[in-house]
C-alpha cells in the first residue's frame, strides 16, 4: 500500500520540441495530501491496527470487554483514529467527532482512564506505528511529524504506576521480601520470631511467612494479590494479632523491625517517599504485633 498521493506531485512533461524543459513536480504538498487525504489515512490505520494488535500488550485495549459499557469497538476506535490523524495532518476533519453507530470520540485522557497503560507499551504502539508507515512508504520526515504527534499524547495516555508496579509487582515483593527476611534474621532479638519451633503445632515454616509477606505487602501496595490467603502447605496466613499471639514482641523490636526493612528497602533502590509508605503500612500493624 502507498500512502503518499502522487496526484499533486506527478511531473508534468511539456512537448518534446524546441527543447524545452519538462515543468518540475508540485512539491507544495500538505502532511494530509503526501498521505492521501482521508482515504490514505484510513489504510494507514488499517494497517497499523493491524500490526498493533498482533502484540499481546497492546491486543487487550483494542478488545471492549476492557472498558465495559462505554467502549467503541474495533471499527469505531478506528475511525476515531483517522479523524484525529487527518485533523493533526491539516485535514478538514474535525475531532472529537461522532462516527458510526452514534459513538463520540473521547478526549485522550477520557479514552484511557482505568486502563492501566504503562510508558513501555505506549512507547511501543508508537514504534510499531513507526514501522508500519515507513514500511508503507511515508517519508521519514512524515513518520517523524506523525511520532511527534502520538508522543504529545503520552501524558494523556499513559497511567503512572502504582506503588506495586514500582516495586516490580510480585516478582519484585518477592525479591524484597527475601532480602527483607535475610537481614531481619541477623538480629538476634528478631531472628527467633522467624524460628518454627516458637509457635509449634500451629506454625508456618520461614518459607509459608514469607509467602504471607509477600501477599500482605502485595494486597497493601495495590497488587491483585489477596490477604490472609493459603500459601505452600495448605497453610492460611493469619490476622496480624492472631499470628503474634503470646510472642511478647515489644515495641523496641517491632520498631527495629521496621528500620531494617526501611533500610533494606532503600539499599534496593527503593525511593524514600515508597519506603515511607510501606513503613507506615507496617506501623499500621503495631498494635495488633506488640504486646
Same mark, same amino acid.
Given at each position: 500500500?502507498?500512502?503518499?498521493?502522487?496526484?499533486?506531485?506527478?511531473?508534468?512533461?511539456?512537448?518534446?520540441?524546441?527543447?524545452?524543459?519538462?515543468?518540475?513536480?508540485?512539491?507544495?504538498?500538505?502532511?494530509?495530501?503526501?498521505?492521501?487525504?482521508?482515504?490514505?489515512?484510513?489504510?494507514?490505520?488499517?494497517?497499523?491496527?493491524?500490526?498493533?494488535?498482533?502484540?499481546?500488550?497492546?491486543?487487550?485495549?483494542?478488545?471492549?470487554?476492557?472498558?465495559?459499557?462505554?467502549?467503541?469497538?474495533?471499527?469505531?476506535?478506528?475511525?476515531?483514529?483517522?479523524?484525529?490523524?487527518?485533523?493533526?495532518?491539516?485535514? *478538514?476533519?474535525?475531532?472529537?467527532?461522532?462516527?458510526?453507530?452514534?459513538?463520540?470520540?473521547?478526549?485522550?485522557?477520557?479514552?484511557?482512564?482505568?486502563?492501566?497503560?504503562?510508558?513501555?507499551?505506549?512507547?511501543?504502539?508508537?514504534?510499531? !506505528?513507526?514501522?508500519?508507515?515507513?514500511?508503507?512508504?511515508?517519508?521519514?520526515?512524515?513518520?517523524?511529524?506523525?511520532?511527534?504527534?502520538?508522543?504529545?499524547?503520552?501524558?494523556?495516555?499513559?497511567? *503512572?504506576?502504582?506503588?506495586?508496579?514500582?516495586?516490580?509487582?510480585?516478582?519484585?515483593?518477592?525479591?524484597?521480601?527475601? !532480602?527483607?527476611?535475610?537481614?531481619?534474621?541477623?538480629?538476634?532479638?528478631?531472628?527467633?520470631?522467624?524460628?518454627?519451633?516458637?509457635?509449634?503445632?500451629?506454625?508456618?515454616?520461614?518459607?509459608?511467612?514469607?509467602?504471607?509477606?509477600?501477599?500482605?505487602?502485595?494486597?497493601?501496595?495495590?497488587?491483585?494479590?489477596?490477604? *490472609?490467603?493459603?500459601?505452600?502447605?495448605?497453610?492460611?496466613?493469619?490476622?496480624?494479632?492472631?499470628?503474634?499471639?503470646?510472642?511478647?514482641?515489644?515495641?523496641?523490636?517491632?520498631?527495629?523491625?521496621?528500620?531494617?526493612?526501611?533500610?533494606?528497602?532503600?539499599?534496593?533502590?527503593?525511593?524514600?517517599?515508597?519506603?515511607?509508605?510501606?513503613?507506615?503500612?507496617?506501623?499500621?500493624?503495631?498494635?495488633?504485633?506488640?504486646?
Amino acid at each position: 500500500m502507498k500512502l503518499r498521493s502522487t496526484l499533486l506531485t506527478v511531473a508534468l512533461l511539456a512537448p518534446a520540441c524546441g527543447g524545452e524543459e519538462p515543468t518540475p513536480p508540485v512539491t507544495n504538498t500538505t502532511l494530509y495530501q503526501r498521505l492521501g487525504e482521508k482515504a490514505g489515512i484510513a489504510g494507514a490505520i488499517d494497517a497499523i491496527v493491524a500490526a498493533e494488535v498482533m502484540d499481546p500488550e497492546i491486543a487487550a485495549f483494542f478488545a471492549p470487554p476492557s472498558t465495559a459499557g462505554h467502549t467503541p469497538n474495533v471499527a469505531q476506535i478506528k475511525e476515531c483514529l483517522v479523524a484525529q490523524v487527518a485533523n493533526a495532518a491539516g485535514g *478538514p476533519e474535525q475531532y472529537p467527532t461522532t462516527v458510526s453507530g452514534g459513538f463520540t470520540c473521547r478526549s485522550m485522557v477520557a479514552a484511557h482512564a482505568g486502563l492501566g497503560i504503562s510508558a513501555t507499551v505506549f512507547d511501543k504502539f508508537v514504534m510499531i !506505528a513507526a514501522n508500519t508507515l515507513t514500511a508503507a512508504g511515508v517519508a521519514p520526515a512524515d513518520v517523524t511529524t506523525l511520532g511527534g504527534v502520538l508522543n504529545s499524547t503520552k501524558g494523556a495516555v499513559v497511567t *503512572p504506576p502504582n506503588l506495586y508496579q514500582r516495586l516490580g509487582g510480585n516478582s519484585g515483593i518477592k525479591g524484597a521480601v527475601d !532480602a527483607i527476611v535475610a537481614a531481619e534474621v541477623m538480629e538476634p532479638d528478631i531472628g527467633a520470631f522467624f524460628a518454627p519451633a516458637l509457635m509449634a503445632g500451629h506454625t508456618p515454616s520461614a518459607v509459608q511467612i514469607k509467602e504471607c509477606l509477600v501477599l500482605q505487602i502485595g494486597n497493601a501496595a495495590g497488587g491483585p494479590e489477596q490477604y *490472609p490467603a493459603m500459601v505452600s502447605g495448605g497453610f492460611t496466613c493469619r490476622t496480624m494479632a492472631a499470628a503474634h499471639a503470646g510472642l511478647g514482641i515489644s515495641a523496641a523490636t517491632f520498631d527495629k523491625f521496621v528500620m531494617i526493612a526501611a533500610n533494606t528497602l532503600t539499599g534496593l533502590g527503593v525511593s524514600a517517599e515508597d519506603v515511607g509508605v510501606l513503613g507506615g503500612v507496617l506501623n499500621s500493624t503495631k498494635p495488633d504485633v506488640t504486646r
